[in-house]
């Protein structure tokens, strides 16, 4: 095993505390690897099967869009993201990496999520549904799947660091807490991750770790793999390893590719795996979920005239926590790199780790990837103003709107368990200048789940805010698309207002995806009751 750590910042500037190798840090998407070898455990027990409908553990996935999807779709389809169910995540999550709704609901929201390709054409990254894939282990497990992978796997692997819940982090104080860096240089500090077992798309994202303990799962990740000749058996026609003592016995499985993840031809594997990404460097879809990936015309690209290298890795980002795990299993080897910052200036972890994996395997020709770090700095530098040109480019001038209480009320969507209170701001809450805010909305009561809305044209309303440090300030810094930032107030043909549209999905996502803005619609809001009239006229 051979690991390489560099440690860069603070991980808590305010109190004072240096990383090192027991840091602990969400590793957020990096848990979907944990998730379906906790499958894999029950799979070999023989309490579920990869190949039967995932409606057999989870009756209520059933699909709204296409039955089909629901009846047909296993957990080796939810877990290589192979459903063609769109990746909506901001019906779950909110201002502030803030959820919605507590986990009890997630199964029936998934099954509503809108159908973008057909089924098993693709792949189509999906952190919902790998949060379905932890329901179905509370299900069978009887025990919550933080519960059973703490007692299943990081006990066992004395993984002694690693958790899911922010009350199991250790007491010592070497825990990281997340930042964004605003544009005076100083830090903005995140509260802690809400992302836990127990909330929705625990099971995608909600494992905290170090690199310490990382290393360690490489490491008995790639025994099981050097097992593999030995002990398993893999049966084709049901996808299900046999039993043996291994508890990690199905990761050789788990690890092998399921679907390509873009439809390109190329003798180099860019696939994905259960919970893994496979490709085999020099790949230009390294990392293609990374935060770096849609900053770069062209990516860096490693290893571009070396013999050909497979690196089973993923990369997770969530909350102000950035992490890239690449495990070389043909020479026993794992990168493993945590930041807690948030990736609005680039994802620093996805190019050391790059840096390091170059140094590592002397790959050749040397890629400067300092100059890449710049570049992806200055490129995301440039959202901010290019959000603003395009908000000014598609206002419509000189429109008006109808009085306010034509728009105040609640507006539900039942499939997504929603609901937005639209109100009019009192005299002092309301905002100066020649386009004051004048409304506000809250999502399901929630505290923090409300902004204040200004007149964009028409029956549309927006709550952009006034700069991209108020965007953080807000919790808004994943929010920072225009498609997310308005809202489409929807007359009836009596001309008055009965829904509200919200495009909580914007055409973009982890990993690649063309077409998916043409084929996921706005979420239409019923509305469902107004708000009593100020007693003054608006």
């Given at each position: ?142 025990e919550s799947s933080g519960t059973f992978l703490r007692k299943r796997i990081f006990e066992p692997l004395g993984l002694s660091r690693t958790c899911t819940t922010n009350k199991e982090m250790p007491t010592d104080g070497n825990v990281a807490t997340g930042y964004s860096v605003l544009d005076d240089g100083s830090l903005f500090r995140w509260r802690r991750p809400a992302l836990e077992d127990g909330k929705p798309q625990g099971g995608a994202g909600y494992v905290r770790s170090t690199v310490r303990d990382m290393l360690a799962w490489a490491k008995a990740i ?317």
């Amino acid at each position: 095993m051979i690991s390489q750590n560099m440690i860069f910042v603070g991980a808590d500037v305010e109190n004072g505390i240096r990383p090192d190798l027991d840091t602990v840090y969400l590793i957020a998407s990096c848990t979907k690897a944990f998730t379906t070898a906790g499958i894999g455990i029950l799979a070999s027990e023989g309490k579920l099967s990869w190949a039967e409908p995932v409606q057999t553990y989870v009756p209520e996935f059933s699909t709204k869009q296409d039955p089909e999807i629901g009846k047909r779709a296993t957990l080796t389809d939810i877990c290589s993201h192979g459903t063609g169910l769109a990746p909506v995540d901001h019906v779950v999550c909110g201002f502030y990496d803030e959820f919605f709704n507590d986990n009890k609901d997630e199964v029936a929201i998934a099954a509503s999520l809108p159908v973008a390709y057909d089924f098993r054409s693709r792949f189509l990254y999906n952190n919902t549904l790998l949060g379905v894939a932890g329901d179905i282990i509370a299900r069978v497990s009887g025990e919550s799947s933080g519960t059973f992978l703490r007692k299943r796997i990081f006990e066992p692997l004395g993984l002694s660091r690693t958790c899911t819940t922010n009350k199991e982090m250790p007491t010592d104080g070497n825990v990281a807490t997340g930042y964004s860096v605003l544009d005076d240089g100083s830090l903005f500090r995140w509260r802690r991750p809400a992302l836990e077992d127990g909330k929705p798309q625990g099971g995608a994202g909600y494992v905290r770790s170090t690199v310490r303990d990382m290393l360690a799962w490489a490491k008995a990740i790639m025994e099981a793999e050097g097992d593999w000749t030995t002990e398993m058996n893999v049966s084709t026609d049901h996808n299900q390893v046999q039993e043996t003592s291994n508890t990690l016995q199905q990761i050789p499985f788990v690890r092998t590719s399921r679907r390509p993840i873009i439809d390109e031809r190329s003798p180099l594997e860019n696939a994905y795996a259960l919970g893994w990404f496979r490709h085999m460097l020099p790949s230009a879809w390294l990392g293609s979920i990374s935060p770096n990936f849609g900053l770069f015309a062209d990516p860096p690209l490693i290893n571009s005239t070396g013999c050909p290298r497979l690196t089973i890795a993923h990369w997770g980002e969530f909350n102000g926590f950035l992490t890239a795990f690449y495990t070389f299993p043909n020479s026993n080897s794992a990168v493993v790199v945590m930041a807690n910052c948030s990736p609005a200036r680039g994802d620093p972890t996805d190019l050391i780790a790059q840096h390091l994996v170059q140094n590592l395997f002397d790959m050749r020709p040397r890629i400067d990837l300092e100059t890449a770090a710049n570049q992806a700095a200055s490129a995301a530098r440039l959202m901010w103003p290019a959000l603003i040109e395009e908000f000014v480019t598609k206002k419509v001038q000189n429109t008006e709107h109808r009085p306010l209480n034509s728009y105040t009320g609640v507006y539900e969507s039942i499939d997504f368990r929603l609901s937005i209170r639209v109100y009019r701001l009192s005299d002092e809450e309301m905002g100066k200048g020649p386009n004051p805010e004048l409304l506000g909305f809250q999502v399901n009561s929630l505290a923090d789940q409300c902004a204040k809305l200004r007149h964009y044209h028409y029956d549309t309303w927006t709550f952009i805010p006034d700069s991209r440090d108020d965007a953080v300030k807000k919790g808004m810094e994943g929010f920072l698309q225009l498609s997310l930032l308005i809202m489409t107030f929807v007359a009836n043909e009596q001309n008055e207002i009965n829904a509200l549209e919200w495009d909580l999905q914007g055409g973009k996502c982890e990993g690649p995806a063309p077409g998916l803005g043409a084929a996921v619609p706005a979420i239409r809001f019923e509305r469902t009751a107004k708000l009593p009239a100020p007693s003054s006229n608006s």
